[in-house]
């Protein structure tokens, strides 16, 4: 958890102050000098009332040229950002030809499999030629090929359950998988961190939500001991059913999920788990399994695994595994089985070579070696962070690493030097994290070599410097690794 | 009477004392000119007594919270209903499984069919070039983008994509999503908040009703396609209210309906948004690429000016052979989803390969518009041969490429009209090789247009394989309806 000095919370409030006091100026101007000019909207209401877009117009649009920075390669260890320059501060942004070369700090990429692959990619561009870019068809319909049924059963044996089911995209599947499961009556316990796409899901199903604090098992138990004693509200009759929803890694924090706490306290009171595995299959535990393997937990204990093949297998799509009546019914029922298109054949291609890649079925130990080089990467990383005096937040072994910013300001300065000396990096402010909370957050990927991590680390040490946000002491007596490898070559 | 006449002396004396007490001045005290007599110390005291009682609590029956044990107890007791119901014997989730591409001749279950349930409107799979521009997409940047649009996954054929279709459509800008669906039920709540009206056709399909059910927003609900209902809903919700200058409206139509293949007629819609001052949000995901002179959606059908329209999206999932979405309108509409569509915003971005084989499908449309006039002649010679299918009716517009057939007399039960046709396509497949699919439904949708066979009809079909459907399905369906 993060724990915030009152000076930094103090200096980071007096910046937001001063943005939302220059904000209302500017805005208390532009009303006037508009009221001249004639409206375009001839008694249409317009798409944003008074302060609803604030944050964007005046905070947002300030430092705009932080986010959806474009690029013109492939995600991997190395790639080429595109310069941008902006005639109107930053309203609008235009394209040049030119690009960097950058260290890539930001995309999810964790096993490697960004870029073209010598195993993965060859097969994807069979299936391409034998199947074509889409099926054009819903799964439910004629969009089911043999790819998809082979990567069902391989993912359900990856997992360690009896049965899956796959969608294109992973934010549809959390959101039409939710309300297939439970609907009015039913009570969904998340987490307070949850993602957008959960929230989505569980808002769509019209069952009740309640929330308990971010990873905190005796809060859990509080909370059902309540919900379960009160039951419905105003009726008191007993809830249907009740989903407590976690994720296996927290994409803002870095941290492990308490999953073996949190699977006793549901099984002691009778709920139904479901693990959201986005960011941690694939890219934690020996053999990649996810969290489960990780913190030694039974895969049959957690009723419902879900995840994504975007971050750990470099393709696009999501699943759900479970067993075999429930995978049953969410065919006969889940709305983006029966109306969405079905996955793309090469998508799907490139999950299953990742996968026998991962499991060494290819032949070769470029599975394992990923897997543990990985680990290596995220654990050295932290640790000389930590060293260095840096706020980093999440457990050991996680691939993503939070750093603190908190002042508005920094967020701009650090990210524009980072990426001056060639190191792009991703920056997250609110409504993302909480107001007083931006960070910067790394995703360490299983190609950064060791000379791209010292690389990294440097830069980051000087922007870190630069910008002032070493908040912790740096540690003196032990010399980092940086300086160690200086004194070597 | 020996006893009574001492006590009441005695009473008698007792009460003398009593009010000599009372009217005796006490200390021959006098305040302000009032004598102190005992009677007042006894008010004095009464209303000293009635203060105390006001100022205390009122009396509540006191709150018992549950104990420790009471909990444990009832948590013991209460038993969760299963999270799915049992496995119900003959339900059927197997489909066919495609063994090449879904072109409009395909290898199903080891056998050549002929594939009618592909919505390969153009007849864009397989091609040649389009394949090409992916395999050099696959090359250069790899399967995935690994990241969202605002984290280093926009790529430079995301651009090219948005900015292909905006030209093509005659629009300012246009924004990508990642999948067909997500797009309009991500639009729907970036524009549609707590408290504003929208007004929507009852047939929209599943992924409408999520975003409006999502937006929180107030929905009426027009009889499907019907002008009329729509005018008269508009007219009671605008007159005599007010404060409907200050909340956003909108009206939400399909294009093509998915559910029963009508065309919504946008010139009227056109004149009525403008008449009442809603906006129209407009779903083209099986209309874009096929309706009009050059492909460019219903709005160049109609001849309305593509500004007149605030919101299109569509999914390219259908004429362009390709997957993901675009939403288009003005820049202020396009810019505002960047940051506050949830589907945009919190998810990966399409893979760069399927957005190269976009700007491929929308180049070959600009390049060779015959495909749309090979696509009508296929809708019509169908819409011929199957006019007099024994049992079965067209209800789907002429020129809509989704032929919508439904049984002429309904059994009376969803269930077993959706065994009768699952049994017809069933048998078309096997004994004719032609592969025709019928719509389905999920419990989760409240659309209550009726079920019915769905053929998708693609350019790269040629006479013959229409004749075969059509010879198929007369024969199958004599055979099975013959007794209804």
Redesign the interface.
């Given at each position: 958890m993060v724990r915030l000095p009152y000076v930094t919370a103090l200096t980071t409030l007096f910046s937001y102050g001063l943005l939302f006091a220059f904000g209302q100026l500017r805005d208390f101007f532009r009303r006037i000098l508009d009221a001249r000019k004639p409206s375009n909207l001839?008694?249409?209401?317009p798409?944003?009332?008074g302060l609803e877009?604030f944050y964007?117009r005046r905070l947002?649009l300030r430092i705009q040229d932080c986010?959806?920075?474009?690029?013109?390669?492939?995600?991997?260890a190395w790639?080429d950002?595109?310069e941008r320059y902006s005639n109107d501060c930053n309203k609008t942004l235009h394209?040049t030809t030119a690009t960097t070369k950058c260290l890539?700090l930001?995309?999810?990429?964790y096993l490697g499999?960004?870029?073209?692959?010598e195993y993965?990619?060859p097969r994807?561009?069979e299936s391409?030629?034998?199947?074509?870019?889409?099926?054009?068809?819903?799964?439910?319909?004629?969009?089911?090929?043999?790819l998809h049924?082979e990567l069902e059963l391989l993912v359900a044996t990856f997992v360690g359950k009896p049965a899956a089911i796959l969608f294109?995209?992973?934010?549809?599947t959390n959101?039409?998988i939710i309300?297939?499961?439970v609907g009015k009556g039913g009570l969904i316990i998340s987490d307070s961190l949850n993602?957008?796409?959960i929230v989505?899901g569980a808002?769509?199903s019209g069952a009740t939500v309640r929330v308990f604090q971010h990873n905190n098992p005796a809060h859990l138990e509080e909370v059902?001991?309540e919900q379960?004693?009160g039951g419905q509200p105003r009726t008191h009759r007993?809830?249907?059913?009740?989903?407590v929803i976690v994720e296996g890694i927290y994409s803002m924090e870095g941290e492990l999920c308490k999953l073996p706490e949190v699977i006793s306290v549901c099984k002691k009171?009778?709920?139904?788990t479901y693990l959201d595995e986005a960011h941690s299959i694939g890219a934690i535990g020996k053999t990649g399994r996810g969290v489960c393997e990780l913190l030694g937990v039974d895969p049959a204990d957690v009723?419902?695994m879900m995840g994504?093949?975007?971050?750990s297998?470099?393709?696009?799509g999501g699943y759900i595994a479970a067993s075999?009546?429930?995978i049953?019914?969410?065919?006969?029922?889940?709305?983006?089985h029966?109306?969405?298109?079905s996955m793309?054949p090469?998508?799907v291609q490139?999950v299953i070579s990742a996968i026998k890649v991962i499991l060494g079925e290819d032949g070769t130990n470029r599975g394992a070696k990923k897997l543990a080089q990985i680990r290596e990467n995220s654990n050295f990383f932290r640790l000389e962070l930590q060293k260095m005096g840096f706020e980093v937040l999440g457990d050991n072994d996680s691939p993503v690493m939070p750093i603190m910013l908190y002042n508005p300001a920094k967020i701009p300065a650090f990210s524009r030097e980072c990426l001056r000396q060639n190191v792009?990096v991703?920056t997250v402010a609110f409504p993302a994290t909480p107001l007083l909370l931006a960070r910067a957050r790394i995703c360490i990927s299983a190609s950064h070599s060791r000379e791209d991590l010292i690389k990294g680390l440097e830069v980051i040490s000087k922007v870190g410097d630069l910008v002032g946000i070493k908040y912790f002491p740096v540690e003196q007596e032990k010399t980092t690794a940086v300086e160690k490898l200086k004194k070597i070559q | 009477m020996d006893m009574a006449l001492p006590v009441v002396n005695a009473t008698a004396a007792v009460l003398a004392r009593v009010s000599a007490a009372f009217n005796a001045p006490l200390a021959r005290a006098v305040v302000f000119g009032v004598h102190i007599d005992g009677h007042l110390v006894v008010e004095g005291l009464l209303i000293a007594v009635i203060v105390f009682q006001l100022s205390r609590k009122s009396y509540k029956p006191p709150k018992k919270p549950l104990t420790e044990k009471e909990i444990d107890e009832l948590c013991d007791e209460w038993e969760p209903e299963p999270l799915c119901p049992p496995i119900k014997e003959g339900a059927r989730i197997d489909t066919p499984m495609l063994e090449s591409a879904a072109g409009p001749h395909t290898i199903v279950d080891g056998k050549e069919v002929v594939n009618f349930a592909s919505a390969n409107y153009l007849g864009l799979i397989g091609n040649e070039k389009i394949i090409d521009s992916c395999i050099g997409s696959l090359e250069k940047y790899g399967v995935g983008s690994c990241g969202p649009r605002g984290f280093y996954g926009t790529i430079d054929v995301h651009l090219d994509c948005e900015s292909k279709i905006a030209k093509f459509l005659g629009t300012p800008d246009s924004i990508l999503y990642s999948y067909g669906i997500s797009t309009i039920f991500s639009v729907i709540p970036a524009f549609c908040k707590k408290g504003d009206i929208i007004v929507a056709d009852e047939g929209v399909h599943w992924a409408v009703q999520n975003g409006l059910h999502l937006s929180r927003s107030t929905v009426v609900y027009f009889k499907h396609n019907d002008m009329a209902s729509l005018a008269s809903t508009l007219e009671k919700l605008t007159r005599g209210n007010k404060r409907a200058e200050k909340i956003r409206r909108y009206i939400v139509v399909e294009s093509i309906y998915q559910n029963s293949g009508q065309i919504a007629p946008l010139d009227e819609i056109v004149k009525l948004k403008e008449k009442y001052r809603f906006r129209v949000i407009l779903e083209e995901s099986h209309s874009f690429g096929v309706l009009g002179k050059s492909g460019r959606g219903l709005a160049e059908h109609y001849g309305v000016p593509i500004e007149k329209i605030d919101i299109i999206t569509a999914g390219m999932g259908n004429a362009l052979a390709t997957d993901g979405g675009f939403c288009t309108g003005s820049v202020r509409v396009v810019d505002h989803q960047r940051l506050s569509s949830s589907g945009y915003v919190f998810s990966a971005s399409l893979p760069p390969y399927l957005a190269s084989a976009a700007v491929s499908a929308v180049n070959y449309l600009e390049e060779n518009p015959s495909v749309l006039a090979n696509l009508r002649s296929n809708i019509a010679l169908l819409h011929k041969e199957l006019s007099d299918t024994p049992g079965l009716e067209i209800t789907s517009h002429v020129l809509s490429p989704i032929v919508f057939l439904k049984l002429k007399k309904s059994t009376g039960s969803p269930t077993t009209d959706l065994d009768l046709l699952e049994t017809i396509a069933d048998k078309v497949l096997k004994e004719d090789s032609v592969f025709i699919v019928t719509s389905k439904k999920s419990n989760l949708d409240r659309c209550k247009l009726p079920i019915g066979i769905r053929l998708f009809v693609s350019a790269g079909h040629t006479e013959s394989d229409i004749s075969r459907l059509s010879s198929s399905l007369k024969r199958v369906s004599a055979s099975v309806l013959s007794d209804y």
């Open positions: 001839k008694g249409y209401a798409i944003c009332l877009d964007t947002y986010f959806g920075r474009p690029i013109t390669s492939a995600p991997d790639f950002v595109v394209r890539n930001g995309s999810y990429n499999f960004a870029a073209a692959d993965c990619t994807v561009i391409l030629k034998k199947y074509s870019a889409s099926t054009c068809s819903v799964r439910a319909d004629g969009g089911n090929t043999k049924t294109g995209m992973g934010y549809v959101s039409a309300p297939a499961l993602h957008n796409s989505n808002r769509g059902l001991r379960i004693a007993p809830w249907k059913k009740i989903i009171y009778k709920a139904y009723d419902i994504t093949f975007t971050k297998f470099g393709s696009c075999n009546e429930i049953h019914h969410l065919k006969l029922t889940c709305p983006a029966i109306y969405a298109t793309s090469p998508a490139q792009a991703v | -």
